[in-house]
Nanobody, 123 residues
Framework: QVQLVESGGGLAQAGGSLRLSCAAS????????MGWFRQAPGKEREFVAA???????TVADSVKGRFTISRDNAKNTGYLQMNSLKPEDTAVYYC?????????????????WGQGTQVTVSS
């Protein structure tokens, strides 16, 4: 069982940066992969980035070169560094975890979800 709490969302100007954090609470230890997804109004939840337990990672083409995913297993915390933000990055961002050390980009593979944090980018 994993509980996830996101933080770090807010308002940024186009070209600016934000860093999201995802703190995980585990009842029992088990290696888990983490992912970030986002959902804009009227759109489906889409993949942003994911990272394995050992730190290998991938990001969506739409954010490649701008967003970086990382994690600190000692702190049970994942991060999403977002640079060069664009208005189209505006969405609710969700942290997710799955009961496997390996990541996927499919939201249906993730067992646990945070409550989401709003990111708004103004032009």
């Amino acid at each position: 069982q994993v509980q996830l709490v996101e933080s770090g969302g807010g308002l940024a100007q186009a070209g600016g940066s934000l860093r999201l954090s995802c703190a995980a609470s585990l009842r029992t230890f088990s290696p888990y992969a983490m992912g970030w997804f986002r959902q804009a109004p009227g759109k489906e939840r889409e993949f942003v980035a994911a990272i394995s337990w050992r730190g290998t990672s991938t990001v969506a083409d739409s954010v490649k070169g701008r967003f970086t995913i990382s994690r600190d297993n000692a702190k049970n915390t994942g991060y999403l560094q977002m640079n060069s933000l664009k208005p189209e990055d505006t969405a609710v961002y969700y942290c997710a975890a799955r009961s496997s050390q390996f990541y996927t980009s499919n939201r249906n593979d993730y067992n646990y979800w945070g409550q989401g944090t709003q990111v708004t980018v103004s032009s």
